[in-house]
């Protein structure tokens, strides 16, 4: 029983109600049930090709660098794959009507922007590849050399032909980074000069910018294995384009023999991560200096001593006798060309054992 209220006005305005109930009747039918099979989706077979693992043999890749791309194919589906191509950098699209069209395989579309190949096409040929079988491919690439540093991904497509002859298409993504590394070199600004054991000598080392934008470095330290190094450690900071940075450093080696530098320099790359440059420099450490006893103070053989006289001959007399009347220099000379001081004979003195002389008588002393 269903109760229906129905309300209304007439012409004028009166509002009236009225209440109403509907009977329905319900009938129910009882009877056996039957058994019916649930309908089962059949299997499809059909094979499904990912990238199981792929490397560079390049790292970490710069723009300008080449490097081999070696991936791993596994065919993770439950059907072959027959005839399988690589198309590098994707573009490749299936035929609506999953039939094999003439022309073969199209790789015109791949996006090689920024990673293009090198020595052949971007189309490489796997061949068979079995359900639960696995194959490895290797193609040459370069980076572009206007890339700027970042993650890129590097879509691949594999195209193939099913059991059933219809032609399939599966994409995969990979993702590979490009970093701008700074290139400097260091080395020394001059020439050191020799170097001896047991004696200080200076280290004028420089680190040049070589690469083609700014780059920013940390500190840089030079260091040896058995021998303590002062003024070892400076920050760098910014480096522009073919800018330089000086460290004069000192060092006093020991022994003799080769002596190894080894130059440090912290920096953070591209991804915010620490990376240093390491670079060696060879030094040779000659043996120590030794002072003669016979020499001077300041080295020259008889620098401090008396000079040597030197008797002359009774031509050399002659000689320097000419050469006073020419007016040329008559002194007396020793063997190595340096003048001898000679004894100036006194003139009007006394010997210095003389006895004065007695004034005449009637006279005046003298």
Do not use: C, H
Request: charged share 15%.
């Amino acid at each position: 029983t269903v109760p229906v209220k129905l309300t209304y006005t007439d012409s004028n305005g009166q509002a009236y109600s009225e209440t109403f109930s509907i009977t329905l009747q319900m009938r129910v039918y009882s009877g056996a049930a039957v058994a019916t099979p649930t309908p089962t989706q059949a299997q499809v077979f059909r094979p499904q090709l990912v990238i199981d693992a792929y490397q560079t043999d390049v790292s970490p890749l710069q723009p300008g660098s080449q490097f081999a791309l070696k991936v791993n194919v596994k065919n993770l589906g439950n059907a072959d794959a027959r005839a399988v191509t690589l198309v590098l950098g994707g573009g490749a699209t299936p035929d609506p009507s999953g039939t094999p069209q003439p022309g073969g395989v199209s790789g015109s579309g791949a996006d090689l922007a920024t990673f293009a190949p090198l020595g052949s096409s971007n189309l490489v040929y796997l061949g068979d590849l079995p359900a639960g079988a696995n194959k490895e491919s290797t193609a040459q690439l370069i980076v572009n050399v206007s890339a700027n540093p970042g993650a890129y991904t590097f879509k691949l497509s594999f195209v193939y032909t099913d059991p059933k002859g219809a032609r399939m298409v599966d994409d995969q993504v990979i993702t590979l980074l490009v970093f701008s590394l700074p290139q400097v070199e260091v080395n020394f600004y001059r020439d050191p000069g020799p170097i001896f054991a047991g004696q200080p000598a200076q280290l004028p080392l420089q680190v040049v910018n070589l690469g083609r934008k700014q780059a920013v470095l940390g500190n840089l330290t030079v260091t040896t294995a058995n021998v303590p190094v002062e003024n070892n450690t400076s920050l760098v900071g910014p480096l522009d384009p073919g800018g330089f940075f000086t460290l004069d450093s000192m060092i006093t080696p020991l022994e003799p023999g080769e002596l190894v530098l080894n130059v440090v320099i912290n920096y953070n790359d591209d991804f915010n991560q620490p990376r240093q440059i390491e670079d060696t420099i060879t030094l040779t450490v000659q043996e120590a200096m030794i002072i003669d006893p016979g020499m001077g103070e300041g080295g020259i053989p008889g620098e401090g001593a008396p000079l040597p006289v030197v008797e002359e001959t009774f031509w050399q007399k002659v000689v320097r006798f000419f050469k006073g009347l020419f007016g040329l220099d008559s002194g007396v000379t020793n063997p190595g060309g340096l003048p001898v001081e000679m004894p100036i004979p006194s003139e009007n003195m006394p010997p210095t054992d003389s006895k004065p002389i007695p004034a005449p008588s009637g006279g005046k002393g003298g």
